[in-house]
Each structure stands twice: as C-alpha cells, then as structure tokens.
C-alpha cells in the first residue's frame, strides 16, 4: 500500500500543478486522501498569498 502524501506534499502539489512538475503533482493529489485535498483547497478560496494559507494550514512556518 502507498503511503499517503503529507499535507506539505499536497500543498505543493497544488501549488505546482499548472507548472513545475504537473506529473508529480498529479501522482501525489491521485494517492492523497480526498479529504485532505479538499480542506487544502477550501483554505486556498479562503484567500491570502501562498505563505499565508501554509501559515494557516500549519505547513510554514516548519
């Protein structure tokens, strides 16, 4: 069984899919828990920078 990806890995991932490295991104988010994914994005409709919602998601500061 795969492990699943932490939250830092699903935030880049989302952070990264329309560049960087779309398949990893893409890998990562398919083997996430769906819930996780969806908490993320919610704090991404939320507003603020990139740094921000890692501060609120408790990823960054590490």
Known sequence: ???KPSNKA??????ESDSGDP?????TLRRA???DVERIKQA???GGTESEVASRLGIWPP
């Open 23 to 27: 398949d990893w991104a893409t890998d």
């Open 10 to 15: 699903i935030f880049d991932a989302l952070c």
């Open 33 to 35: 828990d769906p819930k």
């Open 44 to 46: 991404f409709r939320e």
């Open 1 to 3: 069984m795969e492990d």
